[in-house]
């Protein structure tokens, strides 16, 4: 992407910065997911996908993109948001299967109330699954949206009435 007469340098830059984190939190994630072995289970291989969206998205808005690829990356992103909520959730989920056979919680886990159960699930207290660390996703897709955000691709074109020798 290059600056444009249409878009002030700073402008520009910043939409850079944005693509540059994106592209950091792919690696990042993706260095994670290797070291975890994150590919045992098909609901894991959603993790995977969406880094493969978020990819996918990055590159979309890398080099002057068409107004088509703007908004295709932001449904990418999207996406991706979508796909970390639900690894959040299923990390959540299998936490809370795994109270009952905790070394700490297993004996009391019947006797917990529910909400008391989902917190430990949720903060990971229980179970060996970070319950946010799906949430580093979210992070790189509003990346994306943000650098979409008035981007001159999809800035509305204004043309010159004859009529009245201003801008329409």
Do not use: K
């Amino acid at each position: 992407m290059t600056a444009t007469s249409t878009e002030p340098a700073i402008a520009h830059r910043l939409r850079q910065g944005l693509l540059v984190v994106a592209a950091l939190t792919v690696v990042g994630t993706t260095a994670e997911l290797v070291m975890r072995h994150h590919w045992t289970q098909p609901v894991q291989l959603i993790a995977w996908v969406a880094l493969a969206l978020l990819v996918a998205a990055i590159v979309l808005l890398a080099r002057n993109p068409s107004a088509g690829a703007v908004r295709v990356a932001r449904i990418l992103a999207g996406v991706v948001v979508a796909a970390a909520v639900i690894g959040m959730l299923e990390h959540i989920m299998g936490n809370h299967d795994a109270g009952p056979l905790d070394a700490q919680y297993g004996d009391g886990w019947d006797a917990m109330s529910g909400l008391s159960q989902w917190w430990a699930a949720t903060i990971q207290a229980v179970g060996p699954s970070p319950a946010l660390a799906p949430g580093v996703l979210i992070q790189g897709a509003l990346c994306v949206l943000f650098a979409t955000i008035g981007h001159p691709a999809i800035r509305p074109v204004t043309v010159a009435d004859p009529g009245s020798g201003q801008l329409a």
